[in-house]
């Protein structure tokens, strides 16, 4: 980029900027009034959560336009994923939105299941496991989420906290998939392996230690005059322009939009959990924080329900199934590989040529921690997805900066940011 | 579907004064300080203490570095087939084959086994696709995860490296079977007439 003031900014769409002559301005002042000051915000700042740039146009201190510059993060994931086979792809979806991995691979397995035919025929167990591990990483993302918020907008403190419970959950995810930050769970048509042993109480445990926290963070923040001061009608976005947009998650609901894709397209076994979504009035970043204290809450009620429901219990005595029970789909299991040869033929033919996809195109979109995850798929067959094109709630929530920064002061321009709550290894991917 | 509007009740004219969140903030801090002059220290709560000094310990089944592991005489367990290095997603991992002239294998009626087998564990990314799909359970995912270097070259691990680094593996010792069947259909009875 050899000038800034090359790009063509759009114009704002709201919020003409107002900004009062000083009486007592002196001559060379005066000179300067009307002058503009292109600022680069970023690629690498501390408020921009990543390697997000944003040129801003500054009146002053008020932001007469804005232009978020992406693509810093851009790794080639999608034409990575046309390269290998779809089990393959699963440690990429790891580094999609990386604050949330598990949820990342739930939604990535769904949407191959979902091209297999295979997505209603997931055993129960299979269900609730991965409901646990979308909803473990819906915390981990939000606590992280308004820990940053806060700390961006000047409280320290409540990051502090939160850092400790997601460290908890860290600790979960370790024993769970054996590894505590690049999990890749999931396969086509199941799970690496099962939850182990006392793992469940672990997590009751856990969800009892995290309420304190949510209590903490609220005591902290939500009725404190300096925090309400710095985020309400800061940031607003109407439901209006959210929808134009084509906002997801927090955000979306924050406008008051009560649309979640759990609850309007119901995947795994939520339709049989009770949650409610919660929505916010305004749409201001007051609201965005709200939502996502009050989403975090229910979260912890959909694990407490799904661990009592969960299929075979904690132990598993009943040897329930965690993954379909298709030779074709799921390796067979290893004792089988190393004795019999009719399971070595389907180990080797399952790892060189992948799951046999049939050709068509499917879109499969999940209710992740930051919007909607959407996977779409074009199959000419065989194990390789011909094309693989990832939609990145993240990317979507970013493109509304442009219309809702201008009016706003420079301070606020933080406060916005840490209210949209993106991630650019989701982003740019 | 059951939506619940959060609330957002303005601030009282108590609550503008400051006072009740100064209160609240000190509360919280107060039950963590009071919490750590007990003797619970969050660090050393959630682990055994503070790292580098005492390590992490991890948790059971836990992927780390892979190595390969030989049986329990101390055979090469690997055959060369050359799976892991097909599935491996970041390319890490490559196989010399032995090749028509090479030595097959350093037991009875193995079939082959690799010249030269190399990880490099600066592509690896610990993801365990290597030990899902070995059909010899030759590649294990041990617990070592912090690897350090000074060179590119030497996190390219060979297989002399890696073999003795992995240790033992005792497990269904396939091809010593196999061996077995074979020297047992050898010595069986024919009939001659």
């Given amino acids: 980029m050899a000038t800034a003031q090359t790009i063509s900014f759009r114009e704002p769409a709201s919020h003409a900027a107002e900004v009062p002559k000083s009486a007592v301005m002196g001559e060379d002042l005066q000179e300067l009034q009307g002058d503009k000051l292109v600022l680069n915000i970023g690629p690498s700042h501390p408020s921009t959560h990543g390697v997000l740039r944003v040129v801003v146009e500054l009146d002053g201190e008020t932001i007469t336009k804005a232009m978020p510059d992406i693509g810093y993060l851009h790794r080639g994931d999608e034409k990575i994923a046309e390269n290998m086979t779809y089990n393959q792809f699963v440690p990429y979806t790891d580094r999609l939105d990386y604050l949330a991995p598990l949820a990342n691979n739930v939604a990535y397995a769904l949407a ?149 894709v759990r609850k309007a397209h119901p995947y795994l076994c939520y339709s049989d959990l009770e949650f409610d979504v919660p929505v916010g009035s305004v749409g201001d970043s007051y609201d965005r924080y709200l939502v996502r204290m009050e989403e975090s809450q229910q979260s912890v009620r959909l694990l407490h329900q799904c661990l009592d429901k969960l299929p075979g219990g904690a132990d598993n005595r009943s040897k329930e199934p965690f993954h379909v029970q298709d030779g074709k789909t799921v390796l067979p299991p290893k004792d089988k590989v190393l004795t019999s040869m009719e399971e070595l033929i389907h180990q080797f033919m399952l790892v060189t040529q992948g799951v046999n996809a049939p050709p068509g195109e499917v879109y499969f979109g999940a209710e992740n921690p930051k919007g909607e995850l959407g996977f779409y798929i074009n199959s000419r067959g065989g194990g390789t997805p011909y094309r693989l094109k990832i939609r990145a709630p993240s990317f979507v929530n970013l493109s509304i900066l442009p219309a809702i920064l201008p009016g706003h002061m420079m301070s606020d321009m933080v406060t916005i940011l840490g209210s949209l709550d993106f991630v650019m290894g989701e982003c740019d991917r | 579907m059951s939506t619940k509007v959060v609330d957002r009740t303005p601030l009282t004219f108590y609550e503008r004064s400051y006072l009740p969140a100064i209160l609240s903030g000190l509360k919280v801090t107060a039950r963590h300080f009071l919490r750590s002059a007990k003797g619970h220290n969050t660090a050393t709560d959630l682990s055994q203490g503070y790292y580098p000094e005492v390590p992490w310990t991890v948790a059971e089944g836990y992927r780390g570095a892979p190595y390969l592991v030989r049986d329990q005489e ?66 294990f995912l041990q617990k070592d995860y912090s690897l350090t270097g000074t060179s590119r070259e030497e996190m390219i691990y060979n297989k002399e490296k890696l073999l003795s680094l992995g240790g033992t593996h005792a497990g269904i010792q396939k091809w010593k079977h196999k061996l077995e069947s074979a020297q047992h259909q050898e010595v069986f009875p024919v009939k001659t007439h």
Wanted: glycine share 8%.
């Fill in chain 2, 74 to 139: 101390g055979h090469t367990k690997c055959v060369s087939c050359q799976l892991c290095e097909f599935i491996c997603p970041p390319k890490a991992i490559k196989i010399t084959p032995p090749g028509p002239e090479g030595i097959p294998s350093d037991r009875a009626n193995a079939e082959k086994m690799p010249r030269e087998f190399e990880i490099n564990m600066l592509r690896c990314i610990f993801c365990g696709m290597c030990q899902e799909v070995c059909p010899e359970e030759a590649i």
């Fill in chain 1, 112 to 260: 191959v299941e979902k091209l297999m035919g295979i997505h209603d025929k997931l055993p129960p167990r299979c269900q609730y496991i991965r409901v646990i591990c979308c909803e473990l990483a819906r915390i981990s993302a939000h606590l992280l989420g308004v820990g940053c918020f806060a700390m961006d907008v000047g409280a320290m403190t409540v990051f502090l906290h939160t850092f400790t419970e997601r460290e908890k959950i860290y600790n979960l995810i370790e024993s769970l998939t054996g590894a505590r930050f690049t999990t890749s769970y999931t396969r086509i048509g199941g799970m690496t392996r099962d939850l182990p042993p006392g793992w469940v109480d672990q997590c009751r445990k856990f969800l009892d230690e995290v309420v304190v926290c949510f209590a903490e963070v609220g005591s902290l923040l939500t009725r404190n005059r300096i925090w309400v001061d710095r985020t309400r009608d800061v940031g607003v976005i109407s439901k209006e322009l959210a929808i134009n947009y084509g906002l997801t998650g927090p955000n979306l609901r924050g406008s008051g939009v009560a649309y979640d």
